[in-house]
């Protein structure tokens, strides 16, 4: 992929992720690319009151938690993969896939990045300008699959000699923020992905249910009540 920067751009950044300095924002939290679509937009904005540019690539994802990696390639590109966005101005992108040998069986999911170009300082003097780099989660899913809806409620959840695990038989991939066992909420941010056990934690007592908190296609949170071994 060709990683070269406009050239009215400094190179000099320090790249980090600090919210109170982000100029440029995404239309969605995650997008979802479904299978016999030719494209899929997406907009970026500039808030700032600056001129600035914008990289957006695809890649492979890896549980920035765990350090696990799901997807060996990226599959996806961006056109443009530079774009320039006037002060308070839009810039629509969209997202192709470069594929025909996508998973038919299971979803797929990527990292979609936008990393903020900042305009060249104009001050001779040496200065830090800071960026913002974007990465949002980007969901590939076959039409094989069917109706997502509600998916989550056929989740399943054992507990064998105090290991708590959630147990995932279908094709579709969830997003946890945290589960409960009463009335603490303890975080867990791991991708449960498809055909998986994924152990939570060890428990003196195994629980009869637990509720999981998950985020959707739209980025909505909702409850999810889960019966352990079957009770």
């Known amino acids: 992929m060709n990683k070269r920067i406009l050239p009215l751009f400094s190179l000099s950044l320090l790249w980090i992720c600090v919210p109170s300095y982000a100029a440029l924002v995404l239309n969605g939290t995650r997008y979802i690319y479904e299978e016999g679509i030719s494209r899929k937009e997406i907009t970026i904005s500039n808030k700032s009151e600056r001129t600035m540019g914008a990289q957006i690539w695809i890649e492979p994802f890896t549980d920035i938690n765990s350090k696990t990696g799901y997807s060996g390639e990226s599959h996806f590109t961006a056109s443009p993969a530079l774009v320039k966005i006037a002060p308070k101005g839009k810039a629509n992108v969209n997202i192709v896939s470069i594929t025909d040998n996508l998973p038919q069986e299971h979803e797929s999911i ?47 959840a054992t507990c064998n000699q105090g290991v708590l695990q959630v147990v995932n038989k279908s094709p579709f991939l969830f997003s ?26 060890k428990v003196k007592d195994c629980p009869k249910e637990m509720t999981i908190n998950m985020i959707d296609d739209f980025g909505g949170k909702k409850d999810y009540k889960v019966n352990v071994n079957g009770k």
Do not use: C
Not at 118 to 135: G, L, M, N, T, W
Not at 137 to 155: C, T
Not at 176 to 201: C, Q, R
């Open 176 to 201: 946890p923020l945290y589960y409960s066992l009463g009335k603490e909420n303890v975080a867990y941010y791991h991708l449960i992905m498809p055909g998986t056990n994924n152990i939570l934690s």
């Open 110 to 156: 990527y990292w979609l990045n936008v990393q903020e170009i900042p305009p060249k300082s104009e001050v001779d003097a040496p200065s830090v300008v800071f960026a913002q780099r974007i990465k949002v989660k980007m969901i590939y899913r076959p039409k094989a699959l069917g109706n997502r809806y509600s998916a989550e409620e056929k989740l399943l």
